[in-house]
C-alpha cells in the first residue's frame, strides 16, 4: 500500500497529467483506486462493458485483440505510466482488447465519477489532462497505422502475394 | 497543435522481415498465455500451396519450335486466364498439392535438377496467384487434425503437450566453424579409404561376434536379471545420445565437400520424437555422390557403436549385466543403422533421401501414400503404369517393414521378459 505523497510523486512522472497542477493532481489521487494485480490476472475481456481507466503503477499488461480461437494479436505492452481502457470510459461502448496483467501489477482505477468531478473541480486541471490524452491518442493512431502497414506486409512476405497482380 | 502534414520524403524501406506478435492461450478460459513472434520468412516457407482442383484447370504440352525445349500451357477453366510453365516450373505446380510445405517443394528441387534458382519459386508463386491457379494453406496436417477433435479433452491434452515440446529447440546457426575444427582436427580421417576399410573390417567382426552372441540370447539377457524393461531403457537413453554424434558426422561430411554446415540443435520432432538435427541442406548443391556419402556417414555411426558393443558384450562375463547392457545396446545401434539406411519405412531418412535421389522422385512418399489414400477410397484411376508400380511397391513394402520390425521389438522384449 503506498502513501498519498508516493502517489502524487508518481502521478507527476505520468505523461497524461503531467500539466496538472500539485495541488490538483493531490485531489485527483484520491479518485484513484489501487487494483493489486497478479500475473496472468485478466483485467478486462474484449466485449466486456466498461467504467473505468486504468493507469499502471508497477508491473506492465498486455494488451491483445482476438484473431481466431485461442490466438490473439498483440496490440502492445505496456509499463508504468502507461494508461488503457479510456476508450469505454468516454464511449460508453465495450471493451475494444483484452487487458491481462503480464507480471505481478497495480493499477490505479479512474472511473466516471472520478473524471466528472476532476472536470467540475478545476476545469483548468481538465483541460491539461484532455490536452495530454489528445496528444497520446494521436501517438497511438500513428502507431496503429504503423501497426496496419507492419502486419500487411507480414501478409505479403508470409504469402509471397504479388502487388502487380490484376485479378 | 498536431503535426497531420504527410512527410516530405517517403519512409524508407524495412530491410527486416515483418514479424506478428501474436498471444496464444493453451487452454480455454485460463490466464496464462504466451506470446510468440512468428517472421514472415518462416511463415512463407512453412507454407504448403496448393493448386485449384484438378477439374478447374487444364494443363497440356505446348509446341516446342527448339528440340529438347519444352513448356506447357496452364489454363484457368473459370477465369479463362492462360499461363506458360517451363518443364521445371510443372515440376513445382506438381509439388503444389496443399500437403507439402515449400521448403519441401525447394528440396524436392534441388534433388530433381541438383541446382537451385532462389527466385523460381516465389516467381512461380507469383504468376500461379495473378491467374488465380493457386491457394495458401499454412499449417501442418497433424496440427489441423488435432485442432479439428481440439474438443476431445484427451486430444486436446495431446495438442497442449505438442505445442510445449515443439517450442524446445535448443540450437546454433553459427557451427560451421566448429565442425571447421572438428574436420581439420581428427573428422578429415573419416574420409579416408583406410577409414572405409576399417569400416568393412570392424562390421565383418560385429556380424560374427553378433551371431555368436545371438546363439546365447538366452543367457545373456539374463544379465538384466528382474529388470528387463528397466535395462532396455537405459539402454534407449544412451542411445539417444548417440544420435548427436550420427548428426555431427552428417556435418563433417558436409565440410569434407566443401559446403556449410547451417545449423545443429536438439528439438522434438513433431512436437514428440526428441532429436538431433543438422541442417545439411547445403549438400544438395554438391554432386549425387557427396549427397549419398553424407547420408551414409551419420548412419555409419550407429554401424561402428553396434560393432563395438557387441565385442564389449562378447568379452564380457556371460550373463553379467555388462554383457546384458552390451548386448541390447549393439541391438539397437544396428537397428538404427538399419532403419536410417532403409529406405521403406514410412520416414524420410537417410536411406530414403538417397533412394529418391537416385530415383529422380523426390516426393515419393507423399505421392505414394496420396496414391495408396485414393485406392482405399476408391479414387484412382484404372491406370496402373510403372509410376503406380512404385508407389505401391513403397507402401507395400514399407508397411511389411514397418510389421516387421515392431514383430522383432515385441519378441525382442518378451524374449527378456521370459
Redesign the interface.
Known amino acids: 500500500m503506498s502513501t498519498p505523497t508516493e502517489t502524487l510523486a508518481f502521478l507527476r512522472e505520468v505523461r497524461l497529467f503531467k500539466d496538472i497542477a500539485e495541488p490538483e493532481l493531490m485531489i485527483l489521487g484520491q479518485s484513484l483506486d489501487a487494483r493489486p494485480l497478479r500475473r496472468?490476472?485478466?483485467i478486462c475481456r474484449e466485449g466486456d462493458p466498461g467504467e473505468e481507466m486504468f493507469v499502471v503503477r508497477t508491473g506492465s499488461c498486455?494488451i491483445?485483440k482476438l484473431?481466431t480461437?485461442?490466438?490473439?494479436?498483440?496490440l502492445a505492452r505496456i509499463g508504468p505510466g502507461d494508461f488503457f481502457g479510456e476508450m469505454s470510459l468516454f464511449d460508453r461502448s465495450p471493451r475494444s482488447a483484452t487487458v491481462?496483467a503480464d507480471s505481478d501489477a497495480t493499477l490505479l482505477a479512474l472511473d466516471r465519477e472520478g473524471l466528472r468531478r476532476m472536470t467540475e473541480v478545476s476545469p483548468r486541471a481538465a483541460a491539461a489532462f484532455f490536452h495530454a490524452l489528445?496528444?497520446i491518442f494521436?501517438e497511438r493512431l500513428r502507431a496503429s497505422g504503423d501497426l496496419v502497414a507492419?502486419?500487411t506486409?507480414?501478409?505479403?512476405?508470409?504469402?509471397?502475394?504479388?502487388l502487380?497482380?490484376?485479378? | 497543435m498536431s503535426d497531420l502534414r504527410a512527410p516530405s520524403t517517403p519512409p524508407p524501406k524495412p530491410s527486416r522481415p515483418a514479424r506478428l506478435e501474436l498471444l496464444v492461450r493453451p487452454k480455454d478460459d485460463d490466464e496464462s498465455f504466451e506470446v510468440r513472434e512468428i517472421g514472415s520468412a518462416t511463415a512463407f516457407v512453412q507454407s504448403r500451396p496448393q493448386r485449384i482442383a484438378p477439374d478447374a484447370f487444364e494443363l497440356a504440352e505446348g509446341g516446342s519450335r527448339v528440340a529438347g525445349q519444352h513448356h506447357f500451357i496452364l489454363k484457368n477453366k473459370t477465369t479463362d486466364r492462360f499461363l506458360m510453365l517451363t518443364e521445371r516450373e510443372k515440376f513445382l505446380w506438381e509439388q503444389m498439392d496443399g500437403r507439402t510445405s515449400l521448403q519441401q517443394i525447394a528440396t524436392a528441387y534441388v534433388l530433381r535438377y541438383g541446382e537451385f534458382d532462389f527466385e523460381i519459386i516465389p516467381n512461380l508463386i507469383r504468376k500461379l496467384q495473378r491467374a488465380q491457379l493457386l491457394t495458401l494453406t499454412p499449417s501442418s496436417r497433424l496440427r489441423q487434425a488435432l485442432a479439428r477433435n481440439r474438443r476431445k479433452p484427451m486430444v486436446k491434452a495431446i495438442e497442449s503437450g505438442f505445442t510445449v515440446l515443439e517450442r524446445i529447440n535448443i540450437s546454433s546457426r553459427n557451427v560451421h566453424r566448429v565442425f571447421a575444427v572438428l574436420y581439420r582436427f581428427g573428422g578429415f580421417l573419416l574420409f579416408t579409404p583406410a577409414a572405409v576399410v576399417a569400416l568393412a573390417v570392424l562390421a565383418l567382426v560385429g556380424v560374427g561376434v553378433g551371431v555368436k552372441l545371438w546363439q546365447e540370447g538366452g543367457d545373456i539377457v539374463a544379465g538384466f536379471g528382474g529388470h528387463a524393461v528397466r535395462g532396455i531403457l537405459m539402454v534407449k537413453l544412451l542411445f539417444f545420445l548417440t544420435v548427436a554424434a550420427h548428426q555431427i558426422v552428417h556435418g563433417l561430411a558436409l565440410v569434407h565437400y566443401g559446403r556449410r554446415v547451417r545449423e545443429f540443435g536438439f528439438t522434438f520432432l513433431h512436437g514428440f520424437v526428441p532429436t538431433f538435427y543438422v541442417d545439411v541442406t547445403d549438400i544438395f548443391m554438391a554432386s549425387r555422390r557427396a549427397r549419398v556419402v553424407t547420408a551414409v556417414a551419420g548412419a555409419s555411426v550407429h554401424l561402428v557403436l553396434g560393432c563395438v558393443w557387441f565385442i564389449v558384450a562378447y568379452f564380457s562375463p556371460l550373463g553379467s549385466f555388462t554383457q546384458a547392457f552390451a548386448a541390447a545396446s549393439g541391438m539397437i545401434q544396428w537397428q538404427a543403422f538399419v532403419i536410417a539406411l532403409y529406405p521403406f519405412c514410412f520416414i524420410e531418412m537417410d536411406g530414403y533421401h538417397v533412394l529418391v535421389d537416385v530415383l529422380g522422385v523426390p516426393t515419393l512418399k507423399q505421392e505414394a501414400m496420396a496414391w495408396a489414400g485414393g485406392l482405399v477410397r476408391g479414387r484412382v484411376s484404372g491406370r496402373f503404369g510403372r509410376q503406380e508400380q512404385l508407389f505401391a511397391l513403397y507402401v507395400t513394402l514399407s508397411a511389411l517393414s514397418v510389421a516387421a520390425f515392431i514383430a522383432f521389438n515385441v519378441m525382442l522384449i518378451s524374449h527378456a521378459r521370459s
Open positions: 496472468g490476472q485478466v498486455v491483445s484473431v480461437g485461442r490466438v490473439e494479436q498483440v491481462q489528445v496528444l494521436i507492419e502486419v506486409r507480414w501478409g505479403l512476405e508470409a504469402t509471397g502475394l504479388d502487380d497482380a490484376r485479378a
